[in-house]
């Protein structure tokens, strides 16, 4: 075997873990197994800006982010970025930074990510929508901290924060994120 089929044969042997999610919320990877919160307008083929919806598909998991006043950085292979209280993201679709990280104060409709409740305090930026975003089919899908109930996302994966930490310490950035209209049926 020659020198480069060997590097190819490699890279297969070596194809790093998926994670899945199902809904209505379980999120898997590697023989492992938590709950989650999805959109509260489900798992759906054609997202739209502020339906509600997570999006069906397979996305690369591009950045993490987190609030060092809260926590310490988190252990990832993943880019791993601190928060400031002027982090925001644009999700106005007329807006030529949409679905992307803005400094506040900014002009355009924008999420806040320093936020009080505590759900952006670890955050992965998910690679839906954004090379390049197309206006309207979405923007600010994350995987963040769920809400103690574990109540609807507006379209995000939210899951607790041992879950998040432990789900972003096996990941790096050949992970893919895929999200499915089916239920898991006892899938690990």
Same mark, same amino acid.
């Given at each position: 075997? !020659?020198?480069?089929?060997?590097?190819?044969?490699?890279?297969?042997?070596?194809?790093?873990?998926?994670?899945?999610?199902?809904?209505?919320?379980?999120?898997?990877?590697?023989?492992?197994?938590?709950?989650?919160?999805?959109?509260?307008?489900?798992?759906?083929?054609?997202?739209?800006?502020?339906?509600?919806?997570?999006?069906?598909?397979?996305?690369?998991?591009?950045?993490?982010?987190?609030?060092?006043?809260?926590?310490?950085?988190?252990?990832?292979?993943?880019?791993?970025?601190?928060?400031?209280?002027?982090?925001?993201?644009?999700?106005?679709?007329? !807006?030529?930074?949409?679905?992307?990280?803005?400094?506040?104060?900014?002009?355009?409709?924008?999420?806040?990510?320093?936020?009080?409740?505590?759900?952006?305090?670890?955050?992965?930026?998910?690679?839906?929508?954004?090379?390049?975003?197309?206006?309207?089919?979405? !923007?600010?899908?994350?995987?963040?901290?769920?809400?103690?109930?574990?109540?609807?996302?507006?379209?995000?994966?939210?899951?607790?924060?041992?879950?998040?930490?432990?789900?972003? !310490?096996?990941?790096?950035?050949?992970?893919?994120?895929?999200?499915?209209?089916?239920?898991?049926?006892?899938?690990?």
């Amino acid at each position: 075997m !020659s020198h480069d089929g060997g590097a190819a044969a490699l890279c297969v042997i070596l194809r790093l873990m998926d994670v899945h999610v199902f809904p209505p919320g379980s999120i898997s990877w590697s023989g492992r197994r938590f709950r989650c919160a999805l959109g509260a307008g489900g798992v759906v083929k054609e997202k739209c800006e502020g339906d509600g919806a997570t999006p069906e598909g397979d996305f690369p998991l591009r950045l993490v982010m987190y609030r060092p006043d809260r926590m310490e950085r988190p252990k990832t292979s993943l880019s791993v970025r601190a928060l400031a209280p002027d982090d925001g993201w644009c999700d106005d679709p007329e !807006s030529p930074h949409y679905n992307t990280l803005v400094r506040l104060p900014f002009k355009d409709r924008h999420e806040v990510l320093w936020r009080g409740d505590g759900v952006y305090d670890l955050i992965v930026v998910i690679g839906y929508n954004d090379d390049p975003p197309a206006p309207g089919l979405g !923007s600010a899908i994350f995987i963040h901290l769920a809400k103690p109930d574990y109540g609807p996302t507006e379209g995000c994966v939210a899951l607790g924060l041992e879950g998040l930490k432990s789900l972003i !310490s096996d990941c790096d950035e050949e992970t893919r994120l895929i999200i499915r209209l089916g239920q898991a049926n006892g899938q690990a």
